[in-house]
């Protein structure tokens, strides 16, 4: 297993920026894609980005494009989500998540085995 502590959350502006992170332990960090997940009140959790074991490859949802960016350093067992242009609609507990042995890219939420605790981001218009 994979032990994951989320940091960065917080309150914002409109049009802010935030930037959170995600110390990994456990498994070595580099042979496993990770996620950035999203829960808002009242809704399902949903995945917001994902990135391949090496950093080669990202994915975005929709509402992300463009204002989100995902990233890792493998040597600080670190995961990255620079948040730009920050809305209303972005206000949710985000989650970092460690897809399972030997999935180098994921998408799905079945794919992810390990789960942060969970960081507020709170956006205010």
């Known amino acids: 297993q994979v032990q994951l502590v989320e940091s960065g959350g917080g309150l914002v502006q409109a049009g802010g920026s935030l930037r959170l992170s995600c110390a990994a332990s456990?498994?070595?960090?580099?042979?496993?894609?990770m996620g950035w997940f999203r829960q808002a009140a009242g809704k399902e959790r949903e995945l917001v980005a994902a990135?391949?074991?090496?950093?080669?490859?990202?994915y975005y949802a929709y509402s992300a494009k463009g204002r989100f960016t995902i990233s890792r350093d493998n040597r600080k067992n670190t995961l990255y989500l620079q948040m730009n242009s920050l809305k209303p609609d972005d206000t949710a507990v985000y989650y970092c998540?460690?897809?399972?042995?030997?999935?180098?890219?994921?998408?799905?939420?079945?794919?992810?085995?390990?789960w942060g605790q969970g960081t507020q981001v709170t956006v205010s218009s």
């Open positions: 456990g498994r070595t960090f580099s042979s496993y894609a």
């Open positions: 990135i391949s074991w090496s950093g080669g490859r990202t």
């Open positions: 998540a460690a897809a399972g042995p030997g999935i180098t890219m994921a998408t799905r939420g079945a794919d992810f085995n390990s």
